[in-house]
């Protein structure tokens, strides 16, 4: 029972923070991969999908602080659809996975593209928060789920959690890092996976790290809400843990879209889960 408690705190932090999902089994069933996003499959691989592990609003009270008049005017509603996603790339003998979710829909969406758990390879994480590790371990077991993959964690996200900035707090990461002992691949630059780019994004965490797969870039928390950020970079989340340096890196890659026309995916973004500018 180790983990109940700590996994309701965690839910609870996540519900407050960002009107989180539904977990009810019936939304889950309806969930599928989305293969739209196949269209930016990079050169080598056979299939990159999009899985949704759960729906979710980003509310605008996240981003309150900077000029509450307009933002109220842009989010009428009081929120942005939002979702929690996974992406998967296949080919070259790999099955790679980007995030893990939090456990919502993600085996349903593996299963309904013929991915089994244990047929993932590797998963390459953009940072260590909860709805992006919280799908890699069962329950109270703290079981891992993924038998046979790699984790692939950036030095200074890894280090972050482990003994710096954000190791004080209450974290799964002890849980995760003890469930796949033997099973991680700490990188500093290149995350050593064909045609998988790493590059450094610090801001929304110290190690926030993006994936540069040549055709479309995998830019995790750089975005929370697209129907705001977007137009508005300049518009924070306050759980950003340097608001400034994360801006700064959503308004430089979002020029850089608008300028290369490349799409960019996001663990936030609503359907179809990516934009081209």
């Not at 390459?124 to 703290?142: K, M, N």
């Not at 469930?179 to 500093?188: K, N, Q």
């Not at 994936?211 to 300049?234: F, K, N, R, T, W």
């Amino acid at each position: 029972m180790f983990l109940s408690k700590w996994k309701k705190g965690l839910f609870l932090a996540m519900a407050a923070l960002t009107a989180c999902h539904s977990n009810k089994t019936e939304e889950a069933a309806k969930v599928v991969a989305d293969t739209t996003i196949g269209q930016f499959c990079p050169e080598g691989y056979d299939a990159l999908y999009a899985l949704q592990d759960a729906p979710q609003v980003m509310p605008a009270k996240l981003f309150e602080g900077l000029n509450d008049t307009l933002l109220a005017k842009l989010l009428p509603e009081g929120g942005a659809e939002a979702s929690m996603n996974v992406f998967l790339l296949c080919g070259q003998g790999r099955n790679i996975l980007f995030d893990a979710g939090v456990g919502g829909a993600l085996m349903h969406n593996l299963d309904s593209v013929g991915v089994s758990a244990d047929q993932i390879t590797d998963i390459c994480f953009t940072h260590l928060h909860y709805d992006h590790i919280g799908g890699l371990v069962q329950g109270d077991s703290a079981k891992a789920v993924f038998g046979n993959a790699t984790l692939h964690i950036s030095k200074a996200e890894y280090d972050a959690w482990t003994t710096g900035a954000l190791s004080k707090g209450e974290s799964m990461v002890p849980v995760v890092l003890k469930s796949y002992e033997g099973r991680i691949d700490v990188f500093t630059d290149e995350v050593g996976l064909p045609g998988v780019k790493a590059i450094a994004a610090p801001g929304h965490t110290p190690g926030h790290t993006m994936y540069d797969l040549g055709s479309i870039i995998i830019v995790g928390d750089m975005i929370h809400a697209v129907a705001l950020q977007v137009e508005h970079p300049e518009f924070l989340a306050f759980f950003d843990f340097d608001p400034s340096q994360a801006s700064e890196l959503r308004k430089a890659y979002l020029q850089l879209s608008r300028e290369s026309h490349i799409p960019l995916a996001g663990m936030h973004f609503p359907a179809p889960y990516f934009i081209m500018l």
